[in-house]
């Protein structure tokens, strides 16, 4: 069984709080599920299932299964495993135009870090370099994580 690396990076890139990113390691499926979905599934029932919207019932299904079988999924890298902000000022630093550096650097200082770098990044032309940068870190954030988990990849 090989996991779809592109598939890994889109769930850590899109990871948001109340949602955990799965992968289920018989299948080489990779879900997405939210705290909601896993209360409500400890306690729905088959009738209750069939009255949802069908995209609910897809959550359900999948939140029932990972519940079921919770010891065949491993846990995608969140945030807190791989420090967004650091990638920032990996970033910077890896600019060869001191004003740009400061600028930038000036911008993550504080609350709001996040959308002034942006911000600024887009004003200085520079936004395509920072996601092609942001890219390459999930990308070296998702093939250590398989290599440090013993899943196998597939490009």
Not at 12 to 41: C, H, P, W
Not at 45 to 64: C, F, G, T, Y
Not at 65 to 91: C, K, Q, S, V
Request: some cysteine; glycine content about 6%.
């Amino acid at each position: 069984m090989k996991v779809n690396l592109q598939e890994i990076i889109d769930h850590i890139e899109m990871q948001f709080e109340g949602t955990g990113a799965y992968v289920n390691l018989k299948t080489g499926e990779v879900v997405s599920i939210s705290e909601e979905d896993l209360r409500d599934a400890e306690v729905i029932d088959e009738q209750e299932i069939s009255e949802l919207p069908d995209w609910r019932q897809v959550n359900m299904e999948i939140a029932i299964e990972f519940i079921e079988h919770e010891d065949d999924y491993e846990a995608l890298p969140t945030e807190m495993d791989y420090n967004a902000y650091g990638m920032m000022e990996r970033f910077i630093a890896t600019l060869i135009d001191d004003k740009q550096s400061a600028i930038l650097d000036d911008a993550i200082r504080g609350k709001g870090a996040f959308r002034r770098f942006k911000d600024k990044a887009a004003d200085l032309g520079l936004l395509e370099a920072w996601y092609r940068y942001q890219g390459q870190c999930y990308r070296e954030i998702a093939i250590e994580w398989c290599e440090i988990k013993g899943i196998t990849y597939k490009e």
